[in-house]
């Protein structure tokens, strides 16, 4: 065990790093065969938000042999104290350093975390490449979205699970509890055993070759046992709902409780990653919902509650779950959170129906400002629809709305980002209120990075001298109209989009951006971590890193990918059909609309075909 009290004076929000929290699990560790570490790359006010983490602590935790324990990226003022004291990194409710876990298992959520996955490994003890452990060491697994393209990681991390991961992280314990008792076997036997359990892919028991001109040739298992291709995981049935989530001593990025209402999203926008990835659509029953917010509440003291959903509106029974519970709480005063909501007059009848008094701001997200644009994305909100969805909520009293948009999307002109321009001062004389005061407008804008599966993976990511020229457009027209933008710095959104769309090939521009040139111990101050933070984000750290690996950053974001080109993550399912990718991609430039296939014709992703949670799982192709 690690003993603090020496250095949390010297640290910010101490907090963060004591454990002990309300309904956090501590089991005896002497009773437990198999200990896993659920590792978060990024610090402990947002990993706490994270709620898929916390369904795996909590399934974890239900088995008798089992046990989850927590553990965050140390901000750079612990990471600093630790290193000087020499304390290794631990887990939240034991205090154990993570070498003494059988398993740490890191959730992959965002691109820019990957610095933080090797300063957790190395601030561990633990080698940072897959290949320098050893069978002494713990083994490293990882999952979540970025999962699903492996192999900007695949050197640090020995398997990755791939999609919905409640199902197949229990099955591989067991498999893993089974081995360490055996004791006859080594890692890599492990390894081989762990990959024939769906949905778990094992890097080194896949070969990548490359063509002359760097783009990928072949993805090839290293032996005829393993299958060419590892599909993901996809779940009949949602989890039980976490009713005893841990409670933080201090305040997170979502502070209140949650529940997941429906998994999946049937709109179809194309640029939208998760719409394709946590397919197919599931729903909670609006019974089971309404008897999980008894119990949640009543373990952890919240008085908001947010109904998550990639489109909470489009739940089929949400307004009588959102009536119910207005009227069930209100003597509590329950606040009510609804993410996601579509651009619509109901979404603000919905809003009114949570909130009283004073009503402060709405969120929307057009994303584009012409109707064709939106169109070649498939979110075919019409400029009429979103002006009148304004003036229904001037007229219901709301003050202010915050619109995000894109730039650099497929097939963008000049034209659109006046539009941009265009739409805000429609929505300025659309949303003036009751007595002549006009809704406060917040605009936000971010560069469109391209997605690994999705219909728009093959395009090429604007320039940095491209998407600066357009946002300067866009910030003096909104000037005119004395709106803000507000923009993220474009070679965030470049390293963003490197990773998302990367090859195995990257390990090495991870690992020098880590620890550059000539350093022999890494820290914050020196090499990068914390790369989605814009105060720790350096692009010259990792612009020497691509020269030294002699590998371009323009390579991987800013090329047009032929459609017959093999793709990085050719080798990885997610069942959906890359013949629907490709019709998808051409209807962007014919500017044809796909139907929500809950409301209209299947599509044909190919889930249908396969799954039977897939509501068409009946589809034929002949009708």
């Avoid at 309300?22 to 610090?43: F, G, Q, R």
């Avoid at 941009?420 to 406060?440: D, E, M, S, T």
Wanted: net charge neutral; hydrophobic share 40%.
């Amino acid at each position: 065990m690690v003993y603090l009290d020496r250095i949390l004076p010297r640290v910010v929000r101490p907090a963060r790093y004591t454990g002990g929290e309300w309904n956090s699990i501590t089991k005896d560790w002497d009773a437990i065969d198999v200990k896993l570490a659920l590792a978060y790359p990024d610090l402990y006010e947002i990993g706490m938000s994270n709620l898929g983490l916390s369904i795996l602590y909590d399934l974890v935790n239900r088995q008798p042999k089992a046990l989850a324990e927590r553990v965050y990226a140390p901000w750079v003022d612990m990471d600093a104290e630790m290193r000087k004291a020499s304390i290794p990194l631990f887990s939240l409710e034991s205090k154990r350093p993570l070498r003494e876990f059988d398993i740490i298992g890191f959730s992959l959520s965002y691109e820019l975390t990957c610095t933080n996955v090797l300063n957790m490994l190395d601030l561990a003890g633990i080698p940072v490449l897959a290949s320098q452990r050893d069978d002494s060491h713990p083994l490293i697994i990882a999952g979540g979205s970025c999962a699903l393209n492996a192999e900007p990681m695949a050197e640090f991390i020995d398997l990755f699970v791939l999609g919905e991961g409640e199902e197949v992280l229990l099955e591989l314990l067991e498999a893993f509890r089974r081995w360490k008792f055996d004791g006859s076997h080594g890692k890599q036997e492990l390894l081989r055993e762990l990959a024939l359990i769906p949905g778990v892919y094992v890097p080194t028991l896949y070969q990548v070759d490359y063509h002359g001109d760097g783009t990928v040739s072949q993805i090839m298992p290293v032996s005829p046992e393993v299958s060419p291709s590892v599909r993901r995981r996809i779940l009949m049935k949602l989890p039980p709902v976490v009713t005893k989530p841990v409670v933080p001593f201090v305040e997170t990025i979502h502070d209140r409780a949650a529940i997941e209402i429906q998994r999946g999203c049937t709109r179809g926008c194309r640029f939208c990653q998760a719409g394709i990835i946590y397919r197919p659509l599931r729903e909670r029953p609006k019974e089971e919902v309404l008897e999980a917010v008894d119990e949640l509440l009543g373990n952890c003291g919240y008085n908001e509650l947010s109904l998550l959903s990639l489109s909470t509106s489009d739940y089929s029974d949400i307004e009588s779950l959102v009536s119910t519970l207005s009227a069930r709480y209100r003597e509590h005063y329950l606040k009510l959170s609804l993410p996601s909501l579509r651009i619509d007059s109901f979404s603000v009848r919905l809003m009114d129906c949570v909130i009283s008094g004073k009503k402060a701001g709405l969120t929307f997200a057009p994303e584009a400002g012409s109707e064709r644009l939106r169109r070649v994305i498939n979110k075919s909100v019409s400029e009429e629809e979103l002006l009148r969805t304004l003036k229904v909520a001037a007229e219901r009293g709301w003050s202010s709305v915050k619109l995000y948009f894109m730039l650099g999307l497929p097939t963008e002109a000049p034209d659109d980002i006046e539009s941009i321009v265009h739409l805000v001062r429609q929505i300025c004389h659309a949303g003036r209120k009751p007595g002549g005061k006009a809704l406060h407008l917040r605009v936000s804008a971010s560069a469109f990075v391209p997605k690994a599966h999705t219909p728009f993976q093959w395009v090429a990511q604007s320039t940095e001298e491209e998407l600066n020229a357009k946002v300067e457009v866009l910030r003096l027209g909104l000037k005119r109209l004395g709106v803000r933008l507000s923009w993220q710095d474009p070679r965030i959104s470049l390293l963003e989009g490197v990773l998302a769309r990367g090859d195995r090939r990257l390990w090495k521009v991870i690992y020098r951006a880590w620890r550059p040139t000539g350093r022999a111990e890494p820290s914050a101050q020196q090499g990068s971590t914390f790369d989605a933070w814009s105060e720790y984000f350096e692009y010259e750290r990792w612009g020497r890193a691509f020269d030294e690996c002699g590998l371009a950053p323009s390579f991987y974001a800013n090329r047009q990918r032929p459609l017959d080109e093999t793709l990085p993550w050719a080798h990885i399912d997610v069942g959906v059909d890359p013949a629907f990718l490709k019709r998808e991609y051409q209807n962007t430039f014919s500017g044809a609309e796909t139907e929500d296939c809950r409301l209209g014709r299947c599509a044909a992703c190919g889930l249908e075909r396969w799954h039977p949670a897939c509501q068409r799982s009946s589809y034929n192709p002949s009708s």
